[in-house]
């Protein structure tokens, strides 16, 4: 049993590029969400759906898409990659919003 | 500001000490969630408490939700190097999951 699956592990990017961060979950979990952790900021909601065709905006959702097209795929997208997105980035499912199932991060730098 | 602020920040023990760690907001949650976070991983599930006044045991760690659902704290007995981490406190407001800046927890053998 997999649980939840990010793609890729680490990435660096140039300011101004775009990309999109992998998240797959085999747990047949309806709420699935992206969290970005910085040093002494804890994990901030970025955005999280609540099944397929539905979602909404966390706490910092500027810059960040998603859409949730299957149960088990919520992928992130960065439109137009910032220095400021710099961070580590965490995907994370369960049945409803609670107890979560985080992937292992992606740690992305913008240069 | 953070939502939910976690007290101390960092904590470097002796095995064997016992130490209590604290979660306060001035928000009212269904449920609160403790996560251990190891390095290079993701956080794990460690307890969730949803009732005022919920106290829940995990062996050597204990887990308290404030009668009025805006705080919490856990304590751990009698410290291992093992239990070393980032300890993550979380609330949930209906589908809005929000998280502590974290405690950083050393345990010296």
């Known amino acids: 049993n997999a649980g939840v699956t990010q793609t890729p592990k680490f990435q660096v990017l140039k300011t101004g590029q775009s990309m999109t961060l992998q998240c797959a979950q085999d747990m047949n979990h309806e709420y699935m969400s992206w969290y970005r952790q910085d040093p002494g900021m804890g994990l901030r909601l970025i955005h999280y759906?609540?099944?397929?065709?539905?979602?909404d905006q966390g706490e910092v959702p500027n810059g960040y898409n998603v859409s949730r097209s299957t149960t088990e795929d919520f992928p992130l997208r960065l439109l137009s990659a910032a220095p400021s997105q710099t961070s580590v980035y965490f995907c994370a499912s369960s049945y409803s919003a609670g107890e979560l199932f985080f992937g292992s991060g992606t740690q992305l730098s913008v240069l | 500001t953070q939502l939910l602020e976690q007290s101390p920040q960092f904590l470097s023990i002796q095995e064997g000490e016992n130490l209590t760690v604290y979660c306060n907001s001035s928000?009212?949650?269904?449920?609160l969630q403790w996560y251990r976070q190891e390095p290079g991983e993701g956080p794990v599930l460690l307890v969730t408490?949803?009732?005022?006044?919920e106290v829940k045991k995990l062996k050597r760690l204990t887990f308290q939700f404030g009668d009025a659902r805006k705080d919490s704290s856990l304590h751990i007995t009698a410290a291992q190097p093992g239990d070393t981490g980032l300890y993550l406190c979380?609330?949930?407001?209906?589908?809005?999951?929000?998280f502590g800046a974290g405690t950083r927890l050393t345990v010296k053998p």
């Open positions: 979380a609330g949930a407001r209906g589908n809005d999951m929000r």
């Open positions: 408490v949803v009732t005022g006044g």
């Open positions: 759906s609540v099944g397929a065709g539905i979602t």
């Open positions: 928000s009212v949650f269904s449920s």
